[in-house]
């Protein structure tokens, strides 16, 4: 069984701080996504990451995979109150026939104007 | 393009009852799966499904299950509910499935949150 591991779980900051949430397993993805999900609505995509070390930015959001393709991380800069949602990670299977999408449990960001 | 869209948003059951969830995937999407999200456990994968075919099932006892048409709209069943049961169920459309094989974008639903009292 695959396991994501999301950290921190909760995160309150000021408008305007930096910020990083991790997202680490002892297994190897083929890839990894991002989603922010907002209360009451589904999760919405924000980045998939496929390459060892790849690095993708989408304007203020920073998202890294690791190396082994074990890990990845999100960084935001200069966060704003928009930025406020639940953050979570998914892992598609290393190997073929891995037909689901493995998620962590999530880090519930909150930016305080 | 319409979204995915999943009806109803809110139910309230009691125990034992039986419960039927449907969505509707984006045009031209063929695969749908069906996620339980908790709080405690996050999300969950339940089953994919693929030209009305079960691709893949997930770790959750015989009392869930689900079907898609040929149209490629999905239900899902939950039958003799349990207060566990209660949790946002939400569907997510792709073009096609196999997830790890192909690393293809998966559209989520907004859910419908159930309430088993």
């Known amino acids: 069984t695959q396991l994501l591991e999301q950290s921190p779980q909760f995160l309150s900051i000021q408008e305007g701080e930096n910020l990083t949430v991790y997202c680490n397993s002892s297994?190897?993805?083929?890839?990894l996504q991002w989603y922010r999900q907002e209360p009451g609505e589904g999760p919405v995509l924000l980045v998939t990451?496929?390459?060892?070390?790849e690095v993708k930015k989408l304007k203020r959001l920073t998202f890294q995979f690791g190396d082994a393709r074990k890990d990845s991380s999100l960084h935001i800069t200069a966060a704003q109150p928009g930025d406020t949602g639940l953050y979570l990670c998914?892992?598609?299977?290393?190997?073929?026939?891995?037909?689901?999408?493995?998620f962590g449990k999530g880090t519930k960001l909150s930016v305080i104007p | 393009k319409a979204g995915v869209t999943q009806t109803p948003r809110y139910l309230i059951k009691t125990r034992g009852q039986q419960v039927t969830l449907s969505c509707s995937p984006i045009?031209?999407?063929?695969?749908v799966s069906w996620y339980q999200q908790t709080p405690g456990q996050g999300l969950q994968f339940l089953f994919e499904?693929?030209?009305?075919?079960?691709?893949n099932k997930g770790n959750f006892p015989g009392r869930f299950s689900g079907r898609q048409f040929s149209n490629s709209r999905s239900e899902m069943n939950v039958s003799t509910l349990e207060l566990g049961d209660s949790a946002l169920y939400l569907c997510?459309?792709?073009?096609?499935?196999?997830?790890?094989?192909?690393?293809?974008?998966?559209?989520f639903g907004s859910g419908t949150q159930l309430s088993v009292l």
């Open positions: 045009s031209g999407h063929r695969s």
């Open positions: 990451v496929v390459t060892g070390g």
């Open positions: 997510a459309s792709s073009t096609i499935p196999g997830m790890g094989a192909t690393n293809e974008k998966l559209f």
């Open positions: 998914a892992g598609a299977g290393s190997g073929a026939g891995s037909y689901q999408l493995t």
């Open positions: 297994s190897v993805f083929s890839s």
């Open positions: 499904y693929f030209s009305e075919t079960q691709r």
